[in-house]
């Protein structure tokens, strides 16, 4: 039987990069949108699910259609993010809670029910980000954003500890990739989705450390 992947976000950027590397490499792929729409995958072994992580309702929605569909996970890849205030300076009330409410509240709540049908050898990966390091932050931007991957990574460090390696956990930054969560990095960005998931698969494929934070764009480990 073929090995079954849940990536969120998947309808466009990292995520669907990495939808389209997992059905090369012969998985099948459960991938969420917010209207779980999705036109470029026309094959059998990919799942469309409709998950909005912002709200409590959609999530439940999408734990019930999981449970009555599947009977295990291999891979859970928690990569839908939003980043609202990259690039500004002062935080802002709604943008901050709206950030929070789908990097850490809907990552946390959508993960907690699924723990249980992740196979003992399998993997929980959370996309973070190296803004999220407290140890090389010298910058003071993007406040929502680089607390909520903060707090990202203090779950990915907190599962790991209670899961003991069954299944492993871990947080990755993916690089600085071509996505539109903003403008600049579509122009200025040094890695295409593609090359992403590339190296995010080739994480998933060696035999790291549970409860490691990973910089798949330079291959070495980043300080928490």
């Known amino acids: 039987m073929k090995k079954i992947a849940l990536i969120t976000g998947a309808s466009k950027g990292i995520g669907k990069a990495l939808a389209e590397k997992m059905l090369d490499e012969n998985f099948f792929v459960i991938g969420t949108s917010?209207?779980?729409e999705f036109s470029d995958f026309n094959t059998k072994d990919f799942y469309a699910l409709k998950l909005d992580l912002s709200n409590p309702t959609?999530?439940?929605?999408?734990?019930?259609?999981?449970?009555?569909?599947?009977k295990n996970i291999d891979i859970l890849i928690n990569n839908a993010g939003i980043g609202p205030d990259l690039d500004t300076y002062i935080p802002e009330k709604k943008?901050?809670?709206?950030?929070?409410?789908?990097?850490?509240?809907?990552?946390?709540?959508?993960?907690e029910p699924l723990i249980d049908m992740i196979n003992h050898d399998g993997i929980i990966l959370n996309v973070s980000s190296k803004?999220?390091?407290?140890?090389?932050?010298?910058?003071?931007?993007?406040?929502a954003?680089?607390?909520?991957?903060?707090?990202?990574?203090?779950?990915?460090?907190?599962?790991?500890?209670?899961?003991?390696?069954?299944?492993?956990?871990?947080?990755?930054?993916?690089?600085?990739?071509?996505?539109?969560?903003?403008?600049?990095?579509?122009?200025?960005?040094?890695?295409t989705p593609g090359e992403s998931a590339d190296k995010i698969f080739k994480f998933l494929t060696m035999a790291f450390g549970n409860g490691i934070y990973w910089d798949c764009e330079n291959e070495t480990e980043l300080p928490w």
């Open 58 to 70: 959609s999530i439940e929605n999408a734990h019930k259609e999981i449970f009555n569909t599947f």
């Open 95 to 111: 943008s901050f809670n709206n950030t929070f409410e789908v990097n850490v509240d809907g990552a946390v709540f959508f993960t």
């Open 145 to 191: 954003y680089r607390m909520s991957k903060s707090a990202l990574n203090m779950y990915s460090k907190i599962l790991s500890n209670r899961l003991k390696g069954k299944p492993r956990v871990a947080s990755i930054h993916p690089g600085w990739v071509k996505t539109a969560i903003i403008e600049s990095n579509l122009k200025n960005a040094r890695l």
């Open 34 to 36: 917010r209207d779980g």
């Open 131 to 143: 803004m999220g390091s407290l140890d090389v932050c010298e910058s003071t931007n993007s406040v």
